[in-house]
């Protein structure tokens, strides 16, 4: 193909951010918020934006790794269009490196090859990670809802919520740097980081159990719960606690920051009838998004 273009989503970590790069499980869920990359074959070698030659970028790294798997020397132009608002724990970087793999996939071999896809999307995830688990990449590739772990991969689960309210505390942050803020304290704390690892993991076990029992309260607590070993763990902020503050005294079950965490996202557990006043209360503090669960994963787009 001379061009073509797809499309990845974005994602919330619903449990287990940070603990998933120590092999715990995490619940994670695609949003309707996504990337897409649309690439044209170019004359010259590399990857283009314009007249700008893009490199060591997520992008470009996933495409350079398409490239020399399809044996393919030519180079393409990039459109990279997103609703995902970067650096605040969304997946964003991960979706354009999914898209980016997916769109040159469609252009050298003609389909989508989903393994070369993941490969890609994290070679290009390690641009700007450290230590990257994979949940990011397999969400923003397989779409809906899933149980991730690093040793076993990512397997579907139904998550029956519709909506889930999204607070962004407006200070973005670097993924890597938490991560190793999170290794910092493992290293100094092993004791008390095992009990941690322990805990989430019941935790998790107990989340699948309120989600098949549609137990809002329930979750709401373990959420707050997650929030506070997240907290012990160095990777919560004034405005990720305040956040979750207004979300409890609006009404919310529960809430927790997702992804990286120190600032980015909030998540926040509300029933379906009462999540339009929580997020008009909210709003008058932080930017809110009100967003549907489990959008497709990677997929075609026309031109
Ligand atoms: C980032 O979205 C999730 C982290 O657990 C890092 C990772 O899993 O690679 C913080």
């Not at 505390?169 to 993924?175: A, I, L, S």
């Not at 019941?202 to 997650?226: K, T």
Request: hydrophobic residues 40%; neutral net charge.
């Amino acid at each position: 193909m001379m061009k073509a273009a797809t499309s990845a989503p974005g994602k919330v970590i619903l449990f287990g951010e940070h603990f998933v790069v120590y092999d715990r499980p995490a619940i994670v869920s695609a949003i309707h918020l996504r990337a897409r990359i649309e690439a044209w074959i170019h004359d010259q070698p590399g990857v283009w934006i314009g007249s700008r030659r893009l490199v060591n970028h997520p992008a470009s790294r996933a495409i350079e790794y398409v490239f020399e798997k399809a044996g393919f020397t030519s180079g393409v132009t990039l459109k990279i269009s997103s609703s995902i608002p970067s650096s605040v724990g969304l997946g964003s970087s991960a979706s354009i490196a999914v898209a980016s793999a997916g769109t040159t996939s469609l252009i050298t071999l003609g389909r989508i090859d989903e393994e070369l896809v993941k490969l890609a999307a994290g070679e290009g995830e390690k641009i700007i990670h450290f230590n990257p688990s994979g949940i990011d990449t397999s969400i923003a590739l397989y779409g809906g809802g899933g149980l991730y772990t690093r040793s076993r991969g990512f397997t579907h689960i139904e998550i029956p919520l519709k909506k889930i309210l999204i607070i962004d505390t407006g200070k973005t942050r670097k993924t890597g740097e938490m991560v190793k803020r999170v290794k910092e304290f493992m290293e100094k704390n092993k004791e008390r980081f095992d009990k941690i690892l322990k805990r989430e993991e019941e935790l998790i076990e107990e989340a699948l159990d309120a989600f098949r029992s549609l137990d809002l309260e329930r979750l709401g607590r373990l959420m707050l719960e997650n929030q506070s070993l997240l907290r012990e763990v160095g990777v919560s902020s004034l405005e990720i606690e305040e956040a979750v503050k207004i979300a409890l005294d609006a009404g919310a079950y529960g809430a927790k920051l997702t992804g990286a965490g120190g600032g980015g996202c909030v998540i926040c557990l509300a029933d379906e009838d009462r999540i339009e006043g929580i997020s008009k209360i909210i709003s008058n503090r932080f930017k809110v998004y009100l967003t549907e669960l489990s959008a497709d994963g990677l997929r075609e787009e026309k031109i």
